[in-house]
């Protein structure tokens, strides 16, 4: 067909618009799975309506077999060249990335995701065309923290929906679809050494991973546990020519050394669920290139696929067959038939598309879950097993300006990469564009989901934290916020002190500060004042002998050696009857009962200081200082 022309706000395409571009030299439609959905038309610039062709204007074609017409925005146009220019645009679904959702959160359910997917719509700031439909019904929940673009928080950033509930978009004119699975499976067969070349498959199974070794080890390393037989192997394993292994950290899923049995038991589950000895897909197809070859006519079968459907790929050689989806294609919108067809794995850059968060991954464990002990060798072994590509960005006078270091050598197609630049360093996994989860700026900004290090200590030595051991010391320093738990331990042993929150027997259950030890606990003050300020504040214990009451004014068992008394253990002893004895530890001699005129309690002045004494016929038999 030709592509129709229509103006910037058109919102239906049932007519020809403008005009129809029927002077169009070359017209390509590029689409990825969850990734970039672009058109591309070659135009004379003598061509009808070609001064209508604007940014923004809108290109409407039919983007691939059997598909409905669909409206492609422009947003860039290159300067004619031999009389020819080249207009790139953009799927209208595009317009998401300029209309911005405040943050919303919803729980998790069975329509958690069509909800959100509905919440999009009715948090956005501008008015959103848009309509949404899922059937997706992934139990999970969604939050969004901050306010973020639509198209954003579709996918290509943590948290968002692909990334929450998983998927596959379909973009249809103003109508946006998230299927569970968008293809189908239509019996099409690729057979590696037939109708794909033996080089190709050669290259693949050279690379195939055939075995894991899975290891466990502790925080600092100094306990590893590994299998007896060193390596598990996949069920293909004997079908190659030689063994491949590579090692399985499973440190970040046990808290506990995991025995034997258990650790093979992981390994082979996650050599089943990653499917390891089995080659991985990666096709492209070119049928520009095929045309005129004999193998045109065993892949003509490929032309009637679409995006997501799935494929089923024998590996002759080896036995093997596998299935891999239509990840990409490109459609010749004016011969209406594919020009390209990829199959298997495919990159995505961010700067253009929505990244797939739900692609297979690689033998590494969950960030979160990784113990500290293992980082180093975890860096370690990342960087010592690279295979990427260096490339430098220059600018208009040929010096350079940038670094990256890449899985790729094409900025476009890149998704590890490390860039290096005047304003910092930056790590991302979505490609140039970011967003860049690890970063170090020169205003001294570090970006990191996770820091893996021993101690941590301020400039002058003021602060300091031991991660391995858990020590912290604050010095001329006020800690000021919320510490959770219930308990805090002094000391070690029999000079332990616990400070807790919780029951006491001593007021009947109720919650209580409590401070126990198995040695003296010491309250110490240089004003000689303890202050216990409450409604019904006690010293000491509240169920035992000992306690000063101070609501009553009364005292039960003074057990303190009194200033009057000589002898290191003799004690002067009132009993919460009002008796005073005198006590050395061996024989209790009674003085009388308080109150009586014989034995009055009273307190007295003396150098500047108060005392509370037991006075017998008017005279003092013992005194405590109180301040």
Partial sequence: MKPRLFAEGATEFNTNGI?????????????????????????????????????????????????????????????????????????????????????????????????????????????????????????????????????????????????????????????????????????????????????TQEEIIAETVTGVVPYWSDMNGSEVITLPEKAVYSQYADRYSSRLTIPLDFSGQYQEAPDVATLRAAAEAYITKHDIGVPTVSVKVSFINLADTLEYEDMKSLQSVHLCDTLTVQFEKLGIDTQAKVSAYKWNVLAERYDEITVGSIRTSLATSINDQNSAT???????????????????????????????????????????????????????????????????????????????LVDGTIVADAVKTGILTDLNDKFYLNMETGELVMKDGTFTGLITGSTARFGSGNLQTTLSYGPSAGFDGHDALLISGNDRIAIESTDYQVRMVGTSTHMGTHSGNTYINTNENYIGVMAKKMSTITGGNTQLVVSDTGSVYINNGRLTDYVGLIGTDETKLMTYEANNHKYLAVYVNGSSYGSVQLS
Wanted: charged share 20%; net charge negative; glycine share 10%.
């Fill in 19 to 199: 005009g129809t571009l029927s002077d169009a030299i070359s017209c390509t439609v590029s689409e990825e799975r969850n990734g970039k959905y672009e058109l591309e038309l070659v135009y004379p610039a003598t061509g009808k309506h070609y001064e209508d062709i604007i940014n923004r204007a809108i290109i409407a074609v039919i983007p691939c077999k059997d598909a409905t017409l669909q409206p492609f925005r422009v947003y860039q146009i290159s300067k004619p060249i031999g009389g020819r220019v080249t207009i790139n645009a953009r799927h209208i679904g595009y317009d998401l990335a300029k209309n911005t959702a405040m943050p919303f959160s919803i729980e998790a359910s069975t329509t958690a995701c069509n909800d959100t997917l509905q919440a999009l719509k009715t948090n956005a700031v501008e008015t959103c065309p848009f309509t949404f439909w899922t059937d997706v019904h992934t139990i999970s929940s969604y939050t969004q923290l901050t306010p973020s673009t639509i198209r954003q928080r579709l996918g290509g950033i943590e948290g968002s929906v692909l990334d929450q509930f998983g998927g596959e978009y379909e973009w249809d004119k103003f109508t946006v679809k998230l299927h569970s699975h968008r293809g189908h499976d239509l019996g099409v067969r690729l057979r590696y050494g037939t109708n794909i070349t033996n080089l």
């Fill in 362 to 440: 690689t033998a590494s464990i969950d960030k979160t879950k990784v113990q500290a002990g293992n980082a180093i060798n975890k860096a370690t072994a990342w960087l010592s097993s690279g295979d990427g590509y260096i490339v430098a960005i220059k600018g208009t006078d040929g010096e350079w300006k940038e670094l990256l270091a890449m899985d790729t050598n094409d900025i476009e197609t890149a998704q590890k990469v490390m860039r290096l630049n005047e304003n910092g360093l930056g790590g991302s996994s979505h490609g140039i564009d970011g967003p860049y989860e690890a970063a170090i």
